[in-house]
């Protein structure tokens, strides 16, 4: 029964018994003769409502109790769900200033650009004006020229008379005084185009500076949107959408003669992506995705071959190595012109693999993707523990297992799935032993060695086998 109608029974039945005792002893007394005492010695009597009263108030006792941890449960959520609200405010108001830094980068750039616009205006108006001068310089000169012409003639016909060579020379201190004239302004045309040039000469030393500071702005620009970019988390479906676009098939061949039917050539298709570190080129996959596989005794093969391909792009393995930090994982080396002849998209590893709590796992040959907790042990530094009570997926069915590839939330990769729990982190490109393709492999007794990187696998702890 609820405990809310019990406590309203309860309330009525106990009003009731006060009421009914309460006439019993009003008529006990209008029925007693005043005039007669009668003492009479009796034993005490529990009031009629004291057992429900005491049970009332256990019901209420409890129900406060309940109501008091109610209240301590609901201020227990509510710090949690205050503290999680100030992460994410911190983190919007990060991302605001990186915005605003961003805003601010764009408007200094587009003041350089219309400060570079004036001073090319000048240095074109400068342009101008020198030219002019240089007219002018020469309009000048060419004035002496016809002038001291002019001078030669009147000194020839001197001989003629006296009178007209007194003439001639008055004419002729007034060409000079012409020509001494014409020698000051060519003189000061000079200067001015002289000057004209050391005017030139600063607006383009101005230029050059103006350019230097526009490409460090454009360069710091453009670390300031990678920087945004690398902080700004992608939705696991765009993630798993690049991923399909971007997957290489792998074919591989391991042959070996047959004998009575057992034994003989071995293929494995499997799909992957190229990944690299800013310096090595590789496609990644698990030792399952391959031919060979680790075990003791191991397979003593005689060749292998096998090619990486994405949409009409292929390229041929030349060898294949196993990764020192576990062998397990599989690398396959391609050289920077293999890969863009390939023309798929090239992963970075993730420089901070612990920037995110979270992370999106996606399935290498099966369509499925979600996302997924990944926490750290402090026993198995090189590797992450997949947290699967967190697991979430997203599309197919979802079950994670090894091989498959952990993607960070900013689209770099973290790692490997070794088994169903653990991802090897992809710190380092090392190989522990390496495989050559299209050769002659009778000598190098493969199997001996797939039999060596089995018992270090089983000398692992038991949770990363």
């Known amino acids: 029964m609820n405990r809310s109608i019990l406590i309203v029974i309860c309330d009525f039945l106990l009003l ?3 009421t009914f005792s309460t006439d019993l002893s ?24 004291q057992d429900l009263a005491n049970v009332m108030k256990l019901s209420l006792e409890e129900e406060r109790k309940n109501r008091e941890q109610l209240q301590q449960e609901l201020a227990q959520a509510r710090g949690m769900t205050n503290q999680q609200q100030s992460q994410l405010s911190e983190q919007e108001r990060e991302n605001a200033r990186l915005q605003q830094q961003y805003g601010l980068a764009q408007t200094n750039l587009a003041n350089l650009n219309r400060q570079l616009e004036n001073h090319s205006l000048l240095e074109q108006e400068s342009e101008q004006k020198l030219v002019l001068s240089q007219a002018e310089l020469q309009k000048q000169a060419e004035l002496a020229a016809a002038l001291q012409k002019q001078i030669d003639q009147l000194s020839k ?4 008379a006296l009178t007209e060579k007194q003439l001639a020379l008055a004419d002729k201190q007034k060409l000079a005084n012409q020509l001494q004239l014409a020698e000051v302004e060519g003189q000061a045309a000079s200067e001015r185009a002289t000057l004209m040039q050391q005017e030139v000469q600063v607006a383009r030393v101005e230029n050059e500076q103006l350019a230097e500071g526009f490409k460090a702005l454009a360069t710091n620009s453009s670390q300031l949107k990678q920087e945004i970019q ?8 765009t993630i798993f959408s690049d991923f399909v676009s971007n997957r290489v098939e792998t074919s591989m061949l ?3 003669p ?15 992506i190229l990944v690299t570190d800013g310096v090595n080129f590789f496609a990644l996959c698990h030792v399952q995705d391959t031919p060979l596989s680790l075990w003791d005794p191991g397979t003593d093969w005689d060749k292998l071959t096998g090619t990486l391909a994405w949409h009409n792009g292929q390229v041929a393995i030349h060898s294949l190595g196993f990764s020192q930090q576990d062998p397990r994982v599989v690398m396959i080396p391609v050289t920077p012109a293999e890969a863009k002849q390939l023309g798929c998209k090239v992963y970075h590893v993730a420089a ?9 796992l996606v399935g290498a040959d099966e369509d499925y993707y979600g996302e997924c907790n990944f926490q750290i042990d402090m026993e198995t530094p090189h590797y992450l523990k997949l947290d699967r009570s967190l697991l979430r997926g997203l599309f197919g069915k979802f079950n994670p297992s090894r091989g498959d590839l952990v993607l960070s939330r900013t689209g770099e990769l973290l790692g ?7 991802c090897l982190t992809m710190q380092s490109f090392a190989t522990r032993v390496s495989f050559p393709f299209n050769q002659d492999l009778t000598s190098q007794h493969t199997g001996g060695t797939l039999a060596q990187l089995y018992d270090y696998i089983f000398e692992l702890p038991p949770r990363l086998q």
């Open 16 to 18: 009731s018994l006060l």
């Open 26 to 49: 009003h008529m006990a007394n209008e029925n007693t003769q005043r005039t007669t005492k009668v003492a009479v010695e009796t034993n005490t009597v529990v009031e009629p409502g």
């Open 157 to 160: 016909s001197n001989q003629m």
């Open 230 to 237: 690398e902080n700004r988390a992608l939705a696991p479906n």
């Open 254 to 256: 391991a042959a070996r």
């Open 258 to 272: 047959a004998f009575l039917g057992f034994g003989g050539d071995k293929t494995k298709n499997a799909q992957t």
């Open 352 to 360: 901070d693999p612990y920037k995110f709590q979270d992370a999106v």
């Open 416 to 422: 490997i799935m070794v088994n169903d729990t653990y």
